[in-house]
């Protein structure tokens, strides 16, 4: 049995540019990693993701329900896990942007908090134990202010916002998001990296060192 470690993070929080570099430092130390991300854009399992995101089935986030859009994402991991299960299951270390964890971030903050704890034992129960995917050995989550990362996703799109999906135009369902990152990292144990420091993004050489010192690497 491999490894699976999540990076986590909001719209913007930099989890892309982390993961890879996490995957080059453990292949220069001759480890044997594969890099994974979520949604998997590039396979037809992401369709039903692609249509919400896009709009098909209202243009805000609450439109749809968490546990509808929670599945979208699932059979979109469980047709994924096919193509890195051979990998893992011979003790490879799996390091994915993103994971089952963004739908207990985005999805619980749809609903009030008297119900995230419901909702995440169903989440965790659904993808983890009844569809057999595999749960992470370690999730960090990569917290940065929402307005900050809005910043980064409109140099991301080069300020065109028509490219946002139905997420990141959002700010309170953002925000709310944060919310519910913050309450995962202290029911779950995830390991936090604060991206800003006096309101300033760190430099991405400084968060990363600080990952691979979380991880113990
Ligand atoms: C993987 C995943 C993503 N999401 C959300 C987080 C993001 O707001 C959105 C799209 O993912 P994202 O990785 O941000 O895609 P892009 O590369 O287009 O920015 O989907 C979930 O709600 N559940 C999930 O399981």
Request: glycine share 8%; hydrophobic share 35%; aromatic share 12%.
């Amino acid at each position: 049995m491999g490894k699976l470690i999540v990076v986590e993070g909001l719209d913007g929080s930099g989890k892309g540019t982390q993961s890879k570099l996490l995957v080059q430092s453990l292949k220069e130390k001759g480890l044997p990693v594969l890099e994974i991300s979520f949604p998997d854009y590039k396979s037809d399992s992401s369709a039903l993701v692609k249509m919400y995101l896009g709009g098909k089935f209202g243009t805000r986030p609450d439109d749809v329900n968490a546990y509808a859009a929670s599945l979208f994402y699932a059979v979109d991991r469980f047709s994924s896990y096919k193509d890195w299960e051979e990998f893992y299951q011979a003790g490879g270390i799996v390091i994915a942007d993103r994971y089952t964890t963004s739908n207990a971030v985005h999805q619980c903050s749809k609903l009030p908090e008297e119900r995230w704890e419901n909702y995440l034992d169903w989440l965790f129960d659904t993808e983890y134990i009844k569809m057999g995917i595999p749960s992470p050995d370690e999730v960090v989550y990569l917290d940065v202010d929402v307005s900050i990362g809005q910043q980064l996703l409109t140099g991301r799109y080069h300020g065109n916002e028509a490219q946002k999906d139905i997420h990141e135009k959002d700010l309170a369902y953002l925000q709310r998001s944060r919310k519910a990152a913050e309450y995962c990292v202290r029911r779950y144990g995830w390991k936090c990296i604060s991206c800003l420091n006096g309101g300033m993004i760190r430099s991405i050489k400084e968060i990363h060192t600080e990952l691979l010192m979380v991880l113990g690497y």
